[in-house]
């Protein structure tokens, strides 16, 4: 049976484009600019202008950082139940005017009403009341932490509103100010969302909007007055924002691309499979950043999987996306047309076999039938780049182990699906996949309550859920910061460093200690070492000098101690209190040591303190439990901490011994494994930790120790192919911002002290959520339950 097309009718979209004459300027302090230099926005079905859109200045930008500035100790001081009126405001105002919206989304962006208007809308109306709720109880829940201040975001064009929705409502919630700018493809609905802000009684100043393109986005990320960047979209464009923002102190969270895998086991529901591999890649057209589109089968059932999967795309309908009946609509832009389509050409060009249905294109317009692709290699560029269209590249495996190094293997790490009947299976495979997020028996399900964002290339910080509120908030502990007698340590250290040739020890030892790697005392590469000297000058012993040849050794052999991920919370505390048990039962000569190097008066002091952070994280480390939650579809969502894998530290100079237990411990209660950099002026607090380590049980390669140059290991942690993280506290401004700058190459995560330093010694400022968040990353796992 045919269906007739039911198409929705634009007049009220057209009606309110007309009453604004098609024209718009910026939105600042709740009010419109006169329109400046113009850029048309088209309607990607027919290719029909819909309206002029300003070109954002610098001095646009400007006067928009002054006014969200202004508005923002104001929206903060409004508190948390003000800002959760708004908030819910602007909710039921999406909720009533949900339709006009919905065409609106679809005439500027060429997705189909039935996405429009059951998937971006509720989604997006669901986000504000969800952080309305989070505003509401901020106070409570969050009272150790503070608003960042004024935010820059800026969002790509697949889900206009739902991104900005994304963006905008965590912001607000937590008492921040935003600079907000959508996608020169898709501008119309802000547009609309800026006059509701007003209807809302949103504070002016409070949600500025400026459009324009990609150079719009350089002038807010540079933009001195804002303290943090929200960005989504293409990975080469989040790299350079990280690139631009390195050392700036600017809070920087990254939703970038997928080649997310759709695992089909043999025993799956094939039909399930295949409905939810629909959803998967012909979602908004597979311009999705999650979208499934790398489909590996197992091989027993590859065959009859491709015939029921070719069967249902010859049934897809693609045509106008304002009709009702329509699966796939249009493209945003010719200028994605042509990028499909080529790699689709070059894969075609490889030998590969391209399946696409029988279907008539529209004459105008952009847009690409749905298509299959097989017969790739792993290393093809269509199994490989984000394609970001409705192309799907199918392979197949033979066993799970093989299934998950093929999820695996491309360098995002964004989302997952897994198709089996056996739970066993699915949760044995779940938490082997780097991804963000994890669909058992389901696909490209989203909820305000439930995290998402990427694992490696794919980005980092989470929108939805706590674990996003985070990334809108700077802990108190962050704030108040003692001075820090840090560069006159570094000027120390570099001098001692060139001192005269070492003379006898005071310990009456003259050794030189040597590398730790894998659980081994190891000699540097280079065979070099450097003197130590104490707090008058005097000598004290020799260290390692290590090198890039000793940090590669390091990350390898911290990789090979993957068994430490693996064991259990309860075993990991175990050997933190084990760790402080035999540093407390040689506390004196740890004392003497510090004393001895720091020329500090009260050494035991440190010692105690470094004691107590290894008790204080040893208890965390089966506490720092994720999160069930309930969304309002498809079971139960399961928030876990996991570790974020390898992490390079670069400890400061003073309180070597606690400042170094401060970052490790944390680290690897949480199951990560650490290639350090101890204190560069003091690193024998490191070193002597050796042969405590070596005595309570703590497996080789789980913490691995480099002596050297700060700054040199550094730059080779940050440059590391196979380091997930990065973390400096050595009070080198510069130093972090290269590190910053360098970890750009494959995204990895940064944690950076700056020039400020912290106190080692506060709990408050060394310890609690805020440092376990940076040695964790949460996947949420969306599990069949009672459904
Ligand atoms: P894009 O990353 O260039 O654009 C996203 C947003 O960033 C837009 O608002 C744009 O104006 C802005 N922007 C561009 N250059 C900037 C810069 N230097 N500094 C600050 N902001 C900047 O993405 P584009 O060009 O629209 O799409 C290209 C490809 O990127 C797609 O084919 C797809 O593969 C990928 N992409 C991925 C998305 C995701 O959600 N992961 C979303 C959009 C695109």
Redesign the pocket.
């Known amino acids: 049976m045919e269906y007739g097309p039911a198409p929705e009718s634009t007049k009220e979209a057209q009606a309110w484009l007309e009453q604004r004459g098609r024209t718009f300027g910026l939105f600042i302090d709740n009010a419109w600019s006169a329109p400046g230099e113009l850029f048309a926005s088209a309607n990607p079905a027919d290719g029909s202008k819909l309206a002029d859109l300003t070109q954002a200045t610098e001095a646009d930008v400007e006067r928009a950082v002054a006014a969200a500035r202004r508005a923002q100790p104001g929206w903060q001081v409004l508190g948390g139940h003000g800002r959760a009126r708004v908030l819910y405001a602007l909710a039921r105002l999406l909720q009533k005017h949900a339709r006009l919206f919905a065409v609106l989304e679809t005439l500027d962006n060429g997705k189909t009403i039935r996405e429009t208007r059951d998937v971006d809308l509720p989604l997006a109306a669901r986000h504000f009341y969800y952080h309305a709720g989070w505003a509401q109880l901020q106070a409570e829940e969050f009272a150790d932490y503070r608003a960042v201040g004024v935010v820059g975001q800026?969002?790509?064009?697949?889900f206009p509103l739902l991104m900005l929705a994304w963006k905008i409502a965590p912001a607000m919630a937590a008492g921040n100010t935003v600079v907000f700018?959508?996608?020169?493809?898709t501008p119309l609905t802000a547009m609309l969302f800026a006059e509701l802000c007003v209807q809302a009684g949103v504070p002016a100043g409070v949600v500025n909007i400026v459009t324009g393109?990609?150079r719009?986005?350089?002038a807010?990320?540079k933009h001195t007055g804002i303290d943090k960047i929200a960005?989504?979209?293409?990975t080469?464009?989040?790299r350079?924002?990280r690139i631009a923002t390195a050392g700036s102190g600017k809070k920087l969270s990254l939703?970038?691309?997928?080649k997310s895998p759709f695992i089909v086991f043999e025993d799956a529901d094939l039909d399930a499979a295949v409905e939810g591999l629909v959803d998967s890649i012909w979602f908004n057209q597979g311009q999705v950043?999650c979208a499934g589109s790398r489909l590996l089968v197992q091989e027993s059932v590859e065959a009859k999987f491709l015939a029921k999967l070719r069967a249902r795309m010859d049934k897809l309908t693609l045509g106008s996306p304002l009709d009702k009946s329509i699966d796939i609509g249009a493209l945003v832009d010719p200028v994605?047309r042509q990028?499909i389509a080529g790699l689709v050409e070059s894969a075609r060009a490889e030998g590969c076999t391209i399946y696409q249905p029988a279907c008539e294109l529209p004459a105008d317009g952009s847009w690409f039938p749905p298509t299959l692709i097989t017969g790739a290699s792993t290393t093809a560029a269509v199994a490989q780049a984000?394609?970001?269209g409705p192309v799907l590249v199918a392979m197949s495996f033979r066993t799970p182990p093989e299934a998950v190094q093929l999820a695996n293997n491309t360098v995002y790490g964004l989302a997952s699906c897994v198709w089996t009947e056996n739970i066993s299976l699915a949760l044995d495979v779940a938490p082997q996949i780097k991804a963000g997020v994890v669909w058992i028996n389901t696909a490209n399900q989203f909820d305000a309550a439930c995290g998402f964002g990427g694992y490696r290339e794919s980005g980092f910080g989470r929108e939805g859920g706590r674990e996003g509120m985070f990334e809108y908030m700077t802990a108190l502990s962050e704030d108040a910061r003692p001075p820090a007698p840090l560069v006159e340590a570094q000027a120390k250290a570099k001098a001692n460093a060139h001192a005269a040739a070492p003379h006898d020890s005071p310990f009456g030892i003259d050794r030189t200690a040597k590398l730790y790697i894998g659980g081994k005392q190891a000699r540097p590469d280079g065979a070099y070492s450097r003197a130590i000297h104490g707090a008058n000058g005097e000598f004290i012993a020799e260290v390692g000098e290590g090198n890039r040849k000793d940090i590669r050794n390091a990350v390898e052999a911290a990789h090979k101690a993957g068994g430490w991920t693996k064991a259990t919370a309860h075993n990991r505390a175990q050997v933190l209190y084990y760790i402080a048990e035999n540093l407390a039962a040689r506390g004196e000569e740890f004392a003497a040591r510090i004393a001895a190097m720091t020329g500090a008066k009260n050494p035991e002091r440190e010692v105690q303190a470094a004691i107590e952070r290894l008790f204080y994280y040893a208890a965390w480390a089966d506490k720092y439990d994720g999160q069930a939650h309930q969304p309002p579809m498809h079971g139960i969502t399961v928030a876990l901490n996991e570790p974020v894998g390898v992490i390079g530290i670069v400890c400061p100079n003073e309180a070597p011994l606690l400042g170094f237990i401060s970052l490790v411990a944390p680290a690897i209660a949480l199951g990560n494994r650490v290639v350090v950099v101890p204190s560069e002026a003091h690193p024998l607090s490191a070193t002597d930790l050796y042969q405590v380590f070596d005595t309570s049980d703590l497996p080789g390669g789980v913490v691995n120790i480099v002596t050297g140059s700060a700054d040199e290991l550094a730059r080779t942690l940050a440059t590391h192919a196979d380091i997930d993280a990065v973390w400096r506290h050595d009070g080198s401004a510069e130093g972090c911002a290269e590190v910053e700058r360098l970890s750009a190459g494959t995204l990895k995560r940064t944690w950076v002290g700056g020039a400020k330093g912290r106190d080692w010694y506060s709990t408050a400022q060394s310890g609690g959520r805020a440092v376990l968040a940076h040695a964790s990353q949460v996947k949420n796992i969306w599990i069949p339950y009672g459904v």
């Open positions: 800026i969002v790509p064009w697949n700018k959508p996608a020169e493809f393109d990609g719009v986005g350089e807010i990320v960005f989504t979209g293409s080469e464009v989040g350079a924002i939703e970038l691309g997928g950043c994605q990028r984000e394609i970001f």
